[in-house]
Every structure is written in structure tokens, then in C-alpha cells.
């Protein structure tokens, strides 16, 4: 497959093709009649699909950093360039775009009925712009295409949304133009501060901010990925999103525009501003931040009567784990945060779309609406569990790869944190499984459900290689950890390189107790031994983690 | 690549030709100790299983398909109406009990094959499951004595539980998808007694508890039933975070999840009695009191007996509930190095049995006893491994799934005949009520029959299975507060004597379950009386198989001293102690620790008297025990369910409401937790936080006016065109 992948150059175009494709096939659909419309885009997002899967194999992981690098001048006097790169962060986040962009078109062949076009249309131009913004190795370029990302949400939220769309779009596109609004001073400062003369990603890596610069730079940067992750308490704005919008939109807005946030933290936030980012004020507030997230999310999910409000939440909640994997700065932390990014990318995408199913039936979404669908429509009831199970995170699912690699990181540097964030696992179980009661078990007591038709084939044609995949990743991970490795392990160095600069002599010392070096009495906070500096470096140096390739 | 997955389980390549090796294999010694022995595709025995459930589920999908279908239609929809069931019907009896004949038959061949001086576990490692950093987890099977005699407990008791349900659930319209659950079941139960690390042991931990959720609400149309089966996973999932926990703190004081390596390791690594392993062992035990029911996690169980009864037999009693049992006994050179976690476990333990007891003794639910009969069993078990005595609780995990799982079955036999005869009687029966029984020795005499045998068992009478177990458990509690130097000797010694008293309870409610159900009057009312019957032979066969394994199964582990004294029966036996060697190469380490931190345990009781003198002493109490019990509730008046509101006061009153212990839950958790979460939603999310946005929002009135200028139909088109341009000189500047 390499070979043959080598053969056709595809390392040379494919970037530039996943990103100008899906606007070619914006043109094409406003050119096409409203009735194929759905047609010509689920094909060109599906082409869009196939192509990106050769990133599969022709990524080589490496040393981590960019693979398939090219870069043009855009507008020289500013030193902008038109580059692109991918690295083992940003192909699984193009991966589950090309993936979740196509199913989610897909998904919604029964759902959209107005304005057909401009639908497809818009959907397709965001696929450009999610794409654009993973592959932009360019801050500039990157900012442009996390702008233009919003639009098309905002549209597709406004247009095609509930009844309270309006309010609902409005507050998505203030809350996002805010943050993102900030990060553009920052980025400008960095600029011009830093005298970078050129936006180019490894100009900014070594812009040389102090660490009072990296610190305010940092919270430009963290409120504006914050509020796309989102992070509590800048989540209100989520929920209404995803009631709001359309099924389609609500399978992209979770699977993939969080992803925007915390692809930020872990692409820019950290090695851009690393003395900051291990700030032991600033990791404190994050993992604060995370941890209340994983609570006060699943909590608040728990009592919600409107089933995708209560999804909404859970999307907050797995996002914590995110947060707190990133910011525990372990390897096991950050593997465990992309696998959750993966893995909530494909459950939460797929319970909107099963959602969506519900809605197009019955016109509701509220829980206390159905009950009993088991044994109304077992296929479907089928696919709803295997699905929440794999988003409560039951071994043998995807979730729980990532939760619990990104938990076992965070106890490593910080035990309290990692303790508590752990009681989610029961709190998942606390919000899920009543409203899987509910829905599908139950007595089938009213009897709009006994008419509740079961799977149709393309509705098993969507679901079917989402459910797959949550079981794949759950059963054989390793192909994803190996990939991600590298790059992530190249994010955690250059934190630690930063912390060698601002001296960590103390933190050599304390790491060197080796065996438990976390059961010493001072073993938590923030300040301590955020290192595994000593012990497991001579593993990892040992060999080349699964090397079968 | 999953196919390559199961191709290279089918095949049980060696670890090495897997290409996956994992250190702790190679450490094992797998070259050295274990080359003798090649087990026999040992990968298959958990396959089996799997597939079992993957043909089932099939099946299951199909049915289901049918009877949705015919229910949107409005049409009856009756599988069994025709004169031969369907194929989705029918293929499940022989998938399903045929996938557990074959992995039993592997499990024996294996088990026959492991040369008994084997010191070193063989891994079989099948792919690298989680492999990142420093952090290895293998997909690999462990085979040693412990996990063989667990595979063949599991897939042995698991076949005959299959093959009894085969009759108990033939006129049910979910039979497909019922043995679909089954089969998944025992496959993630063999993935928890085989796994080689914690890591492979959570994945079936978890595995185990999803099937139970999905068995219990197996009837899910029923609120109650689905109600239990939620309650069962989320309390469980309590437990959980303990194990998650022990393994992170495992992971940082031995970079591994493996067991080999762990355990090997554990002596040198961290201090005898030291914070380290009294976290790692109490937070072990949280996971293992969830999914145990022990107490303060005890509180699903009953409620779990919502389930089909074959269920509660296999699940709730003979297998997955003993998984707790099953952890701490592989953990225990851990437990040996933490004698505070022992005297917590052997506390909880003790207090189990003994609490579950009462509760079992004022309860008129036949399988509501035997499940407060199967916690206060656990009890027992917790308590031996709380003594250090390893052995004995496996030995008793052993007998307990053979007479326990004979009781729940022979109750589902009665409940079998009694829902026929209430389908026939007059208005509303409670089937499982034992004040509707009585005197159904006369329609079910096999039943009878095979059912006091495990009373007797479980009551610990010379010569049943029962006696050996649990006479060895209440032996070590004595010898172990005697311990030259042990500093909880006081509390064991009180641990003793609440193990003496369960054993007399334990006798007790089992004889009055049995004269309630059996003897006497019958309760059940004319018109329900006729259509009483015996179960058909595919449920009597599997029960006549347990009731010969709950006489015999006790002597495989007969104590030297019993073989003497009683040398006219047990003089025959090729040997004494069986299990105890056979399990000395996974209980020495631990035997080793406890003798060089206390010294030898004592040899006789804290009161005085010898192995063989209290062994006697146990059994004549227990015989009075039963004969006490049986004359008490024969002469008892009890008037039929609908007539009798329960005792009225005082602790008969408390033991009847169980102690009243999900009440307390509710107010104390439930309650408070619910509340939070309403509060985080209205006056956090909505009032504060939105509050505030909106707040910020009514400032920048603007925008929202702004936007409302966008909602013109025509604006829209224009942003969007915008947006296209400026993409189009993005391009054109790029290509250009």
C-alpha cells in the first residue's frame, strides 16, 4: 500500500486535495439541482473520505514532526505563507473530518428538506475549512481557516435549527468570535513582539516570549480554544448549539469542531508558549478546570429532559478528560487525550445521528417521549447501546482506551486530580445509562412508538462502520497510539526542554527517586514532580515502542 | 485486522511467533519452567464463547427483526405457535450449550495436561492491546493452577447452567438473544480469570458487569427489572474507580499491569505494611466489594435476582460474583504485605456473612434468600482470604458455585411449576413467594431431593461439600488470631466467633427455605395445585450433575488431620489437601510473606480444641441447627403472601427490610447527588453563567440586531458569497 501510495506521489498532493476538494464540490452543488444536491455531495465527500484514508498509510510517523510539507508565499509582505503540513496529531483530526463529514451528509438525506443547496453547499465549504485548519502550518493561514469555519456553522445552526436557532447561532458565533477575536491580538503580538517576520509555525516556536509575555499570550490563546473545547464555564453556548442545530450539524460541531479546541492546545497553546502551559498556577487552574468540567457536566447532563441537551453535556464531560490529559503533561496524559478526541469524535457523533433517527420519527427529543423502543425497533435499539457504552467508556470500546490512559496520566503527576476525575467513570454511568432506560427499555407504553421503524439500510449503512470503528479502537488501539506517539511525544519535550532553560534542577532531584516516586506525602499538586524525568525515559529509550513497521 | 487478531487466537501461537512478547513473558521464565508444557490452543477456550455469542446474536438481530415488524404491523407475533419453532429458536440450544461442552472439554484437556510441578504461569500473548510510552498491555492469557481451576468452575458450572436453560427459558420469545447474553457473558468471565495483568482482568471485569446489566433487565420492558440492572452497573462502577485506581498507583510503583512481574517484584519494590500496598490492596477491595457485593456495595445484588433465574445461578452466584474472591486470592502476595487491608478484608467479610444471614432468615422470597444467602457465602470468602488462608477461599469459591448454583436452579425448578400452576389459578400469584409453596415434595421429588443435598452442603454437614469449605475458613480465622505475632489477634478472634454464628444462621434459613417450600401444607390453592410438576429432564439432568458435585466436590480438599479421623471414609482418597498443593505454587509467595511476618499460625482455636475436635463440634451444631429449624417452621403457621403484611416491629422488622440499608443509600446519596445536579443545571448553568452571557449579550444589543439583519433570506447568500470570493483569491494567489 505504501508503494503503491508512493507511486501516485500522493504525499505531494493529497493535503492540498483534501482541502480544495470539498470546495470544488461546494461549486458543484450550487450548480446542481436542489433534488441532487444530497447526491453530489455525499459523493464528493465520500471521494473527499476515501482519498484521506491513504494518509493511513503514508504517513510515517518518524521523529514526529511534519510529514508532506509544502509551502507557497501567500502575501509576502507579511511573511504569510500558504503552508501545509501533517504531523500523528493532525491526521487522525483530518481522518474523523473526512470521515464524520461524509457520514454526517450522509445522515442527513431525511433530515434536511429546506434549502437543499445551500445546505450541501455549506456543509461541504466547512469541510474545507476543518480541514484547512488541521493542515495549516501557518498561523495566519491556520487563523484564517478557524475563522472561516465559523460562518458556515453559523449558517448551518441559523438556518436549518429548532426554534430557538436564532438565539442559539447568535450566542455560537459571539462566544467563538470573542475568544477568537483575542487570540488574533495575540497572534499579532507575538508578530511583532517577537519579531518573528514571517507567520510560519516554527517562527512562532521560536518567538522567545518571557515568561509574563507567555503567560498573557497564553490566556488569549486558552480562552479562545477553551470556548471551542469547551471548557467550563465557557460551555453555555454548546448545549443550545446542539439542540438547535441539525442533526448533520450537531455530528460535526461534536465530532469535529471541538476537536478544534483542544487540537489548538495541544498544536499551538503548548509549544508555543511552553513555560506558561507548566505554570504551576496555570496547569492547577486548568486541571481545576477539567475536573469540574467532568462533574458539573455529567451532573447537569443527568437531569436534562431533552435527550441531545443531555448528549450536549457528555460532550463537556469527555472534553474534561481531554483537558486534564493534555494538562497533566505526561505522554500517557496526551496519548489519552487524542484517543478520547478519536473516540468522543466517533460515539457522541454517532448518538446525535441515532438522535436524529429518534427525531425524524417521532418529532421529539425528549426522553420522557419514548420507552420501550427495544423492542419497537431492536436494530436501532442495538446500535443506541453499543454506542452509549462506548461513550461511558466500557473496556473493549474506544472509550476507555482514552480515558483511562488520559486518567493514569494525570494520577501520575497529580494524584488528587486523577482520583477525582476517576469518579466520572460513575457519574457516565449516572447520566447514560437512565436515559438508555428510558428510551429503550421500559414499557412500550404510547403508541406512536409501536409504529417506530426500525434501521433502514442506509441508516445501517451510516451507523454500521461507526459502531465498528468504536469496537476496533477499543479491541486494538496500538495502530493509533504508535502513530500519535511521536508527534505527541515531541510536544511534551519541547515542554520539558522549556523547563530545563528555566531550571529544573530541583525537579531532577525529586525525580530520581524511581520506584513510587508519587507516594511521597507531597506527591500531589501542581508543584510537584510534574516529571518522569529519571525512570521511564530508559523504556521509551530502550526501543521503538510496537517498531513493526 | 481483526481477522488477524482471531486467526492468531484460533492458532494460540506462542508468544514469540505472535510477535508480541511482552517482557513480563519473557521474565516469566516461559523458556525455562513452562517449555514442558505447551497448553492445548488455550486462545480457543475464550473464543468459543465468543462465537457462541456472535451466531446467538445473529439469530437474536433476526427474531427481533420479525417480531418489531409484526408489531408495526399490529399482528400477534408467536414464535412458538407453529408446530416447530423457527431456526432462531432452535439453533440457540445447541449453539449455546455446545460452545460451552467444547470450551469445558478444552479447559479439562488442559487442565489434565498442566504437569503439577509447573512453577511458572505460561502466558500466551496474543497482540499488543494498549502500547504506548512506558506503558505495555498485552492481550494475553495467563494459565496457571489458580486460573485453570477458575476456567473450569466457569465453563463446567457454565455448561450445565446452559443446558438447564435450555429447558427453563423454551417458551420465551427472547430465547436467542437470551443465550447470546449468556455466551458473552462467560466469555468475558474467562477473559477476567485468564487475563495475564490487570489490565486484560478490567476489560473482563467490566465485560462481566455489562452482561449482568443486560441479564438482569433481560425482561427490560419491565421498569422494575431494568430499574435492577441500572442499579447493579452503577454500583459496580463505584467499585470500579477503586480497581482503576489500584492499577494507576500499580503502574507508578512497577511500570507494568502484568501480574508476573507485579507480584514477583512486590517484596522488593514496596515497604511490608507500608502506605503504598495498604492503598493498592483497600482500593482493590472497593472493586472487589462492588462486584462481590460486599458491604457497603452489597446493595445491587438482591435486586439483581430480577433476572431469569438461570442468571442468578450462573452470574449472581456461581461465577461473576466470586470475581472479588478471584482478585484477591491472585493479588494475594499484595494482601500479604498489607495486614491492615487483611483485617479490613476479613472485617468486611466477617460483617457480610454475618448482616446477610439475618436478612436471609426473615425474607419470604425463595430467591431473595438464596441471594442474601450468596453474599453472606461471599462473606466467607472474603473472610478466609482476610486469614490469609487462600486456599480455603478459592476451596469454598469452588463448592459455593456447585451448591449454590444447585439451589438457584432448583428454585428456578419451583418457580418453573409455580408459574404454570399460577397461570392457571385464581387471579395473582406470587410464583417466587415461599408462603404461596409448601408441600411440593410431593410434585417435584427430584427437586426435593437434589435441593437438600446442597442445603445440607451449605450448611456445612460431614460428609457434603459445604462441611470441607467453609469448616476450613472458620478453622483459619481461630489459628490466624492465635498467630505468634499477629496485632489484629483480638479481632480475629471476633471474626471467628461472627463466622461461627453465620455457619449456625447460614443452616438455619436454608432449612427453613426448604421446609417453606417443601414440606408441609401446600399453599398454592386448588385451582394452581393440579398443574403443579416436576421440571422436564433437561433441567433435572444438569441438577442431579450439581447435586453429586455439592456431595462430592468437598474432597478435593480434605485437611490431613479430618483424613485420619475419619479414616474410614476418607482414608481411600489417593490423597488429602489437593487443592492446596495444586494452588502452592500461586499461594507460597504469599504463604511465605505472612509465616516471616507472623510466624506460624496457631494450632489450635483461641478457646481451646484442635482442628478435628471443632470439625465435629461444627457439624453436630449444624445438624441441631437444621433439626432446630426444621421443627421451628413446621410447627409455624404461615398463611398465604397476599394475607400476611411481614413481622411488625423490632429487628425482625429491620432484617425483613434488610436494615434498611437502600433507604439510607437514598437519602445519603441519591438524593443529595440528584439534588446537586438540578442545582449545577438551574441556578449554575442557567441562572449564573447565562445568566451573565446573556447579560453581555443585551450589552451588545447590536449584534443581535445586527444578526437579525442576516436572517433576511438575501443577506445570507451574499455572506456566503463572500466567503466563496475570498477562498477563490486564497486560491488563485496560491496556484497562480
Not at chain 1, 496500538?478 to 530545563?500: G, H, K, W
Not at chain 1, 499538586?525 to 518522569?532: E, H, L
Request: one cysteine or more; hydrophobic letters at 55%; charged letters at 10%.
Amino acid at each position: 500500500m505504501t508503494d503503491l501510495l508512493a507511486s501516485i506521489l500522493y504525499g505531494d498532493w493529497i493535503l492540498h486535495a483534501l482541502i480544495w476538494l470539498p470546495l470544488a464540490g461546494t461549486a458543484h452543488v450550487l450548480v446542481s439541482s436542489a433534488e441532487r444536491a444530497r447526491n453530489v455531495a455525499f459523493r464528493w465527500s465520500a471521494f473527499v473520505f476515501v482519498l484521506s484514508l491513504g494518509l493511513w498509510w503514508a504517513y510515517d510517523p518518524g521523529d514526529g514532526g511534519f510529514a508532506m510539507q509544502s509551502s507557497a508565499p501567500w502575501i509576502e509582505a507579511w511573511g504569510v505563507s500558504y503552508s501545509l503540513g501533517i504531523d500523528g496529531i493532525s491526521v487522525f483530526m483530518v481522518l474523523l473530518t473526512t470521515f464524520t463529514s461524509a457520514i454526517a451528509i450522509l445522515g442527513s438525506f431525511e433530515y434536511v428538506k429546506t434549502r437543499r443547496k445551500a445546505f450541501y453547499a455549506l456543509m461541504l465549504l466547512l469541510e474545507t475549512g476543518v480541514v484547512g485548519f488541521f493542515l495549516a502550518t501557518d498561523v495566519f493561514l491556520f487563523y484564517v481557516f478557524f475563522e472561516l469555519t465559523l460562518v458556515p456553522m453559523y449558517f448551518i445552526v441559523g438556518i436549518w435549527g429548532g426554534e430557538r436557532r436564532i438565539y442559539a447561532a447568535v450566542k455560537f458565533f459571539l462566544f467563538t468570535a470573542t475568544g477568537s477575536l483575542l487570540m488574533l491580538v495575540a497572534i499579532l503580538y507575538v508578530y511583532f513582539a517577537g519579531g518573528t517576520g514571517s507567520f510560519a509555525y516554527d517562527a512562532f516556536l521560536n518567538a522567545g516570549m518571557s515568561l509574563r509575555e507567555q503567560l498573557w499570550l497564553f490566556a488569549a490563546f486558552a480562552l479562545a480554544f477553551g470556548i471551542k473545547v469547551p471548557v467550563f464555564p465557557l460551555h453555555t453556548w454548546l448545549p443550545d448549539a446542539h439542540v438547535e442545530a441539525p442533526t448533520p450539524g450537531s455530528v460535526v460541531l461534536a465530532s469535529v469542531l471541538l476537536k478544534m479546541g483542544t487540537y489548538g492546545f495541544l498544536r499551538f497553546l503548548l509549544p508555543f508558549f511552553p513555560e506558561a502551559a507548566q505554570h504551576p498556577a496555570v496547569v492547577a487552574v486548568m486541571l481545576a478546570l477539567g475536573v469540574v468540567g467532568i462533574i458539573y457536566a455529567a451532573w447537569v447532563a443527568a437531569v436534562q429532559p431533552d435527550a441531545k441537551k443531555l448528549v450536549a453535556y457528555t460532550s463537556v464531560a469527555h472534553m474534561g478528560f481531554v483537558v486534564i490529559g493534555v494538562f497533566a503533561l505526561t505522554l500517557n496524559g496526551l496519548q489519552g487525550g487524542m484517543v478520547v478526541m478519536i473516540s468522543h469524535g466517533i460515539s457522541t457523533g454517532a448518538l446525535f445521528l441515532l438522535l436524529g433517527m429518534m427525531y425524524e420519527r417521532r418529532h421529539s427529543r425528549l426522553i420522557e417521549d419514548f420507552g420501550g423502543i427495544g423492542r419497537a425497533a431492536p436494530w436501532f435499539a442495538t446500535a443506541f447501546a453499543i454506542t452509549a457504552l462506548a461513550s461511558i467508556g466500557l473496556p473493549g470500546t474506544s472509550g476507555f482506551v482514552g480515558e483511562f490512559l488520559a486518567l493514569l496520566g494525570t494520577f501520575e503527576t497529580h494524584m488528587a486530580t486523577g482520583a477525582i476525575a476517576a469518579t466520572g467513570v460513575v457519574f457516565a454511568a449516572y447520566y447514560m445509562l437512565p436515559m438508555v432506560q428510558r428510551v429503550l427499555f421500559n414499557e412500550l407504553d404510547k403508541p406512536e412508538n409501536r409504529k417506530f421503524a426500525d434501521l433502514s439500510r442506509r441508516e445501517i449503512a451510516i451507523l454500521a462502520p461507526l459502531v465498528a470503528l468504536m469496537i476496533w479502537i477499543g479491541v486494538h488501539p496500538t495502530p493509533i497510539l504508535e502513530r500519535t506517539e511521536p508527534s505527541v511525544q515531541a510536544v511534551l519535550e519541547r515542554v520539558e526542554d522549556a523547563r530545563m532553560h528555566a531550571g529544573g534542577g530541583e525537579d531532577a532531584a525529586t525525580g530520581a527517586a524511581g520506584g513510587f516516586r508519587s507516594f511521597a506525602p507531597a506527591g500531589d499538586g501542581p508543584a510537584a514532580d510534574p516529571a518522569p524525568s529519571g525512570a521511564p525515559a530508559a523504556p521509551r529509550a530502550a526501543g521503538p515502542p510496537g517498531g513493526g513497521r | 485486522m481483526v481477522t488477524g487478531v482471531s486467526a492468531a487466537l484460533l492458532a494460540g501461537l506462542p508468544a514469540s511467533a505472535a510477535g508480541a512478547v511482552s517482557e513480563a513473558a519473557a521474565s516469566a521464565g516461559a523458556s525455562t519452567g513452562a517449555a514442558a508444557w505447551e497448553p492445548i490452543l488455550p486462545g480457543l477456550i475464550v473464543l468459543l464463547p465468543l462465537l457462541g455469542f456472535a451466531l446467538n446474536g445473529i439469530l437474536a438481530l433476526l427474531a427481533a427483526r420479525d417480531s418489531s415488524a409484526a408489531l408495526r404491523e399490529g399482528r400477534d407475533w408467536n414464535p412458538f405457535a407453529g408446530p416447530r419453532r423457527p431456526a432462531t429458536h432452535r439453533l440457540p440450544s445447541w449453539i449455546g450449550p455446545g460452545a460451552m461442552a467444547l470450551a469445558f472439554g478444552l479447559a479439562l484437556l488442559n487442565f489434565l495436561g498442566m504437569p503439577a510441578d509447573l512453577h511458572d504461569p505460561v502466558i500466551r500473548s496474543y497482540w499488543g492491546w494498549i502500547v504506548t510510552g512506558d506503558l505495555r498491555i498485552d492481550a494475553a492469557l495467563q494459565l496457571d493452577q489458580l486460573s485453570m481451576v477458575m476456567t473450569l468452575v466457569v465453563t463446567g458450572v457454565g455448561f450445565l447452567i446452559h443446558v438447564f436453560s435450555v429447558g427453563y427459558m423454551a417458551g420465551d420469545p427472547g430465547y436467542p438473544r437470551y443465550f447470546a447474553y449468556l455466551n458473552l457473558f462467560v466469555f468475558f468471565m474467562l477473559v477476567l480469570v485468564l487475563g495475564s495483568g490487570f489490565g486484560t482482568m478490567f476489560v473482563g471485569w467490566e465485560g462481566v458487569g455489562l452482561c449482568s446489566y443486560l441479564l438482569i433487565g433481560y425482561w427490560f420492558s419491565d421498569r422494575e427489572k431494568s430499574d435492577a440492572g441500572k442499579k447493579a452497573f452503577i454500583v459496580n462502577r463505584i467499585g470500579d474507580v477503586g480497581f482503576l485506581l489500584a492499577m494507576f498507583l500499580l503502574f507508578q510503583g512497577f511500570g507494568t499491569l502484568d501480574f508476573i512481574p507485579i507480584f514477583a517484584g512486590a517484596e522488593g519494590r514496596v515497604a511490608a505494611g507500608g502506605v503504598a500496598v495498604t492503598a493498592i490492596t483497600l482500593l482493590l477491595m472497593l472493586g472487589a466489594a462492588g462486584k462481590s457485593a460486599q458491604i457497603p456495595l452489597h446493595i445491587w445484588l438482591p435486586d439483581a435476582m430480577a433476572g431469569p433465574t438461570p442468571v442468578s445461578a450462573l452470574i449472581h452466584a456461581a461465577t461473576m460474583v466470586t470475581a472479588g474472591v478471584y482478585m484477591v486470592v491472585r493479588s494475594s502476595v499484595l494482601y500479604a504485605l498489607a495486614p491492615t487491608s487483611q483485617a479490613v478484608v476479613a472485617g468486611i467479610g466477617a460483617l457480610t456473612a454475618l448482616v446477610a444471614a439475618t436478612v436471609a432468615l426473615q425474607q419470604y422470597d425463595i430467591k431473595k434468600v438464596l441471594a442474601y444467602s450468596t453474599v453472606s457465602q461471599l462473606g466467607f470468602m472474603f473472610l478466609a482470604a482476610g486469614v490469609g488462608a487462600f486456599t480455603a477461599a478459592v476451596f469454598h469459591l469452588v463448592t459455593h458455585a456447585f451448591f449454590k448454583a444447585l439451589l438457584f436452579l432448583g428454585a428456578g425448578a419451583v418457580i418453573h411449576a409455580m408459574h404454570d400452576a399460577a397461570h392457571h389459578g385464581d387471579g395473582h400469584l406470587d410464583e417466587q413467594d415461599m408462603r404461596n409453596m409448601g408441600g411440593l415434595r410431593r410434585y417435584m421429588p427430584v427437586t426435593c431431593a437434589v435441593m437438600w443435598i446442597a442445603t445440607l452442603a451449605i450448611a456445612g454437614i460431614w460428609p457434603f461439600a459445604g462441611f470441607f469449605s467453609k469448616d476450613e475458613i472458620v478453622w483459619y480465622a481461630a489459628a490466624w488470631a492465635g498467630a505468634e505475632s499477629n496485632p489484629f489477634g483480638a479481632l480475629y478472634a471476633a471474626y471467628w466467633g461472627l463466622a461461627l454464628l453465620t455457619a449456625l444462621l447460614t443452616a438455619f434459613y436454608m432449612a427453613r427455605l426448604m421446609v417453606m417450600t417443601f414440606h408441609g401444607a401446600n399453599r398454592t390453592g386448588e385451582a394452581a395445585r393440579s398443574h403443579l410438576h416436576e421440571a422436564p429432564g433437561v433441567m433435572t439432568a444438569p441438577l442431579i450433575a450439581l447435586a453429586a458435585l455439592s456431595l462430592f466436590g468437598g474432597w478435593i480438599n480434605v485437611p490431613e488431620e479430618l483424613r485420619m479421623s475419619f479414616a474410614g471414609l476418607f482414608g481411600a482418597l489417593p490423597m488429602s489437601e489437593w487443592l492446596h498443593h495444586w494452588l502452592e505454587p500461586v499461594t507460597h509467595a504469599a504463604a511465605e510473606i505472612q509465616t516471616a511476618g507472623f510466624g506460624e499460625a496457631a494450632r489450635t482455636a483461641p478457646v481451646g480444641g484442635g482442628e478435628a475436635a471443632w470439625a465435629l463440634v461444627s457439624t453436630l451444631a449444624a445438624a441441631a441447627t437444621v433439626a432446630a429449624a426444621v421443627r421451628f417452621t413446621s410447627t409455624r403457621k404461615y398463611v398465604p403472601a397476599a394475607e400476611d403484611p411481614g413481622p411488625r416491629r423490632g429487628l425482625r422488622r429491620a432484617a425483613y427490610d434488610k436494615w434498611y440499608f437502600d433507604e439510607v443509600y437514598d437519602a445519603v446519596v441519591v438524593r443529595p447527588v440528584v439534588g446537586a445536579s438540578r442545582w449545577c443545571w438551574k441556578a449554575v448553568d442557567t441562572l449564573v453563567i447565562d445568566g451573565f452571557v446573556n447579560f453581555a449579550g443585551n450589552f451588545a444589543r447590536l449584534a443581535g440586531w445586527a444578526a437579525s439583519l442576516f436572517q433576511t433570506g438575501q443577506v445570507n447568500m451574499y455572506a456566503f458569497v463572500l466567503t466563496l470570493g475570498f477562498l477563490f483569491v486564497l486560491g488563485a494567489t496560491v496556484f497562480l
